[in-house]
């Protein structure tokens, strides 16, 4: 019954995933709204010169320390600004530092807000435990596929005894294929026409770090007894 439900999962999500594809690549429609919304943001901040470069820096920053806009939005707003090479260089360096800020806000400064923030993710319990345990190797494993938000690996790793070296190592060391491939993929959305079959390519390995982090949920996931 259970091997069951994992292959329906698997199936829906496949077929969901089919849908977006043909939607946002096939469709008019749907590419117009890929490209609109980075392209009117990073428009608006090229206007504004230094200013709207700063503006994206450090909107990286904010994101990292409050996903309030699709990292690919904004990662793909210092690709236009900055080029792939500096975009990139700038979507690291300043996602890494938003990490290392909401780490220390965690563990100084905002215990009570970030243990309300974390509510809304069950599975922090049991990778808090693991990170205690293990923690460059979880935090590196968290930042290379998709467990959880994070924003959640940075606050909870600061609630728990983790100590910063391994934190920053596994941050350092995870962000870097992660944030190129994100800034890979909002390159190539800008650069529809010319790179559609890498982006195909790019986004295919995005959805594989999906499901694998979908299978590291379920071992992590408590056992209902």
Known sequence: MANRKRILSILVILILVGFLVYFF????????????????????LN?????GKIIGMALIFAQTFFPFIP???VAGTNVALFGIKVGFLVNYTMSCLGAIASFYFARYYGHAWVEKKLERFPLVTQFSRRMEQRGFVYVLLG????ILPSSA????????RVRFT????????????IVFLESMIAHDLFHFHKY?????????????????GNGVKRVLAPKSK
């Open 71 to 73: 990292f690919v939005l």
């Open 143 to 146: 930042r290379l596929i998709p």
């Open 47 to 51: 206007d504004l010169g230094w200013p």
């Open 196 to 212: 559609k079959g890498r982006l195909l390519l790019l986004l295919g390995i995005f959805v594989v770090l999906i499901l694998v």
């Open 166 to 177: 391994p934190f920053l190592w596994g941050t350092v060391i995870g962000k870097l294929p």
């Open 25 to 44: 690549f096939f469709n008019h429609i749907g590419i117009k709204l890929a490209h609109s919304n980075m392209r009117q943001l990073s428009d608006h």
């Open 153 to 160: 690996i940075n606050f909870a790793a600061g609630l728990t």
